[in-house]
C-alpha cells in the first residue's frame, strides 16, 4: 500500500448488523473499498484467496470456527495481509498471544467507531493501543522515529544496548506494532 492507495478490505462477522455497521463505517474514507464480506471462517479464506486484499478486519466469535483460527489461516494464503481483529470480551493477555499469531490490530468493539479508520488506513494507532507511555520509553520511541539504531539510541541516552532492546520490546507490545516501520508509520507523539 502506498499513502494514496485504495485499501481493499474484506470485513468478516457471523452477525449481520455488525457486518454492516462495520461496512458502513468504512464507507466514509474515500481510501477504503470493502471488496467482500463473509459470514463465517471459511468464507472469509475464500474471500482473502480470491481477492487478495491489504486488511481482513474479522470477528473473535464466529459461529464454526474461532476467527483468529481464520486469520491465522488466511494469512498463510496472504502473508502480507493486515488482520484487525475485532473482540468484546477478550482476556487481558489476549492480544500478545494474537500478535504473536500475525494479528496486527486487537480492537474492542467498543472502540471500533473512533479507531477501525485509522487501524485500516494507518494513519494513527487505534484507540486501545494509545497508552500512556513512560519518559524513557517514550525518548526511545522518538529516537527510533527519528532513524536512530539501537547503539545510536544507546549513546545518546546512556543506555546499555540490552536496556534500549529491552524498551523497544516495549513499545511494539504496548503499541501494537511487530517492527521499527510500523512504529515510525503509528507514532503520534
Same mark, same amino acid.
Request: aromatic share 2%.
Given at each position: 500500500?502506498? @499513502? +494514496?492507495?485504495?485499501?481493499?478490505?474484506?470485513?468478516?462477522?457471523?452477525?449481520?448488523?455488525?457486518?454492516?455497521?462495520?461496512?458502513?463505517?468504512?464507507?466514509?474514507?474515500?481510501?477504503?473499498?470493502?471488496?467482500?464480506?463473509?459470514? +463465517?471462517?471459511?468464507?472469509?479464506?475464500?474471500?482473502?484467496?480470491?481477492?487478495?486484499?491489504?486488511?481482513?478486519?474479522?470477528?473473535?466469535?464466529?459461529?464454526?470456527?474461532?476467527?483468529?483460527?481464520?486469520?491465522?489461516?488466511?494469512?498463510? %494464503?496472504?502473508?502480507? %495481509?493486515?488482520?484487525? %481483529?475485532?473482540?468484546?470480551?477478550?482476556?487481558?493477555?489476549?492480544?500478545?498471544?494474537?500478535?504473536?499469531?500475525?494479528?496486527?490490530?486487537? $480492537?474492542?468493539?467498543?472502540?471500533?467507531?473512533? =479507531?477501525?479508520? @485509522?487501524?485500516?488506513?494507518?494513519?494513527? *494507532?487505534?484507540?486501545?493501543?494509545?497508552?500512556? $507511555?513512560?519518559?524513557?520509553?517514550?525518548?526511545?520511541?522518538?529516537?527510533?522515529?527519528? =532513524?536512530?539504531? +539501537?547503539?545510536?539510541?544507546?549513546?545518546?541516552? =546512556?543506555?546499555?544496548?540490552?536496556?534500549?532492546?529491552?524498551?523497544?520490546?516495549?513499545?511494539?507490545?504496548?503499541? =501494537?506494532?511487530? +517492527?521499527?516501520?510500523?512504529?515510525?508509520?503509528?507514532?503520534? *507523539?
Amino acid at each position: 500500500m502506498t @499513502p +494514496n492507495s485504495v485499501v481493499r478490505v474484506v470485513v468478516v462477522d457471523d452477525d449481520p448488523l455488525a457486518r454492516r455497521a462495520v461496512t458502513d463505517l468504512l464507507a466514509f474514507s474515500e481510501r477504503v473499498h470493502v471488496v467482500a464480506e463473509a459470514h +463465517n471462517a471459511a468464507t472469509a479464506v475464500d474471500a482473502v484467496r480470491l481477492h487478495r486484499p491489504d486488511v481482513l478486519i474479522i470477528d473473535l466469535t464466529l459461529r464454526g470456527q474461532h476467527g483468529l483460527r481464520a486469520a491465522v489461516d488466511a494469512r498463510q %494464503l496472504h502473508p502480507e %495481509l493486515l488482520v484487525i %481483529l475485532l473482540t468484546s470480551d477478550a482476556p487481558a493477555d489476549f492480544a500478545d498471544r494474537a500478535r504473536a499469531l500475525g494479528v496486527a490490530v486487537v $480492537l474492542d468493539k467498543a472502540d471500533v467507531v473512533d =479507531g477501525l479508520l @485509522p487501524a485500516v488506513t494507518g494513519a494513527a *494507532p487505534p484507540a486501545r493501543t494509545r497508552l500512556v $507511555l513512560s519518559e524513557r520509553e517514550q525518548a526511545v520511541a522518538e529516537l527510533i522515529v527519528a =532513524g536512530l539504531s +539501537n547503539a545510536d539510541i544507546s549513546a545518546r541516552l =546512556g543506555l546499555s544496548l540490552n536496556s534500549v532492546k529491552t524498551y523497544t520490546s516495549r513499545l511494539y507490545r504496548k503499541i =501494537g506494532v511487530s +517492527n521499527r516501520v510500523q512504529l515510525t508509520r503509528l507514532w503520534r *507523539p
